[in-house]
C-alpha cells in the first residue's frame, strides 16, 4: 500500500511563491513518476506538472511553465512543488499522484495515476 501526503499549503497574496511536499510511504512504493495536478471549486481535476523518479525528467502545463519548478529527493521519498509568480488562478486543492505510467502524454492525465494524496489548499490573494 502506498501513501501520499501532500503539505505546504496556505494563503499568499499574488507574486508570492509557496512549497508544496508530497511525502510517500509504504513497501512497495516504487513508481515511474509522480505528478502534480490541482482542482478548483466547480472545475476538473487539472495537470500541472511531473517528474520521472529515476531521471527527474519534468513536464509542465503550459500555465505554469517558467513559474513553477518540481524536483524530488529520492533519499526521502519526497516530491516539491516550487511555486512562484503565484497569480489568483493558481488557487486550488492541490494533489499528487504516483504513476507507472512511461508514457509522458499520458501521466498529463488524472487516469494515469494509480495513488492519490489528500491535497494541500493554496489560496491566492489579489
Known amino acids: 500500500q502506498v501513501q501520499l501526503v501532500e503539505s505546504g499549503g496556505g494563503l499568499v497574496q499574488a507574486g508570492g511563491s509557496l512549497r508544496l511536499s508530497c511525502a510517500a510511504s509504504g513497501r512497495t512504493f516504487n513508481p515511474y513518476a509522480m505528478g502534480w495536478f490541482r482542482q478548483a471549486p466547480g472545475k476538473e481535476r487539472e495537470f500541472v506538472g511531473s517528474i520521472t523518479w529515476s531521471g527527474g525528467n519534468t513536464v509542465y502545463a503550459d500555465s505554469v511553465k517558467g513559474r513553477f519548478t518540481i524536483s524530488r529527493d529520492n533519499a526521502k521519498n519526497t516530491v516539491y512543488v516550487q511555486t512562484n509568480s503565484l497569480k489568483p488562478e493558481d488557487a486550488a486543492v492541490y494533489y499528487c499522484?504516483?504513476?507507472?505510467?512511461?508514457?509522458?502524454?499520458?501521466?498529463?492525465?488524472?487516469?494515469?495515476?494509480?495513488?492519490w494524496g489528500q491535497g494541500t489548499q493554496v489560496t491566492v490573494s489579489s
Open positions: 499522484g504516483a504513476t507507472n505510467s512511461v508514457s509522458p502524454t499520458m501521466r498529463t492525465r488524472v487516469s494515469a495515476y494509480g495513488y
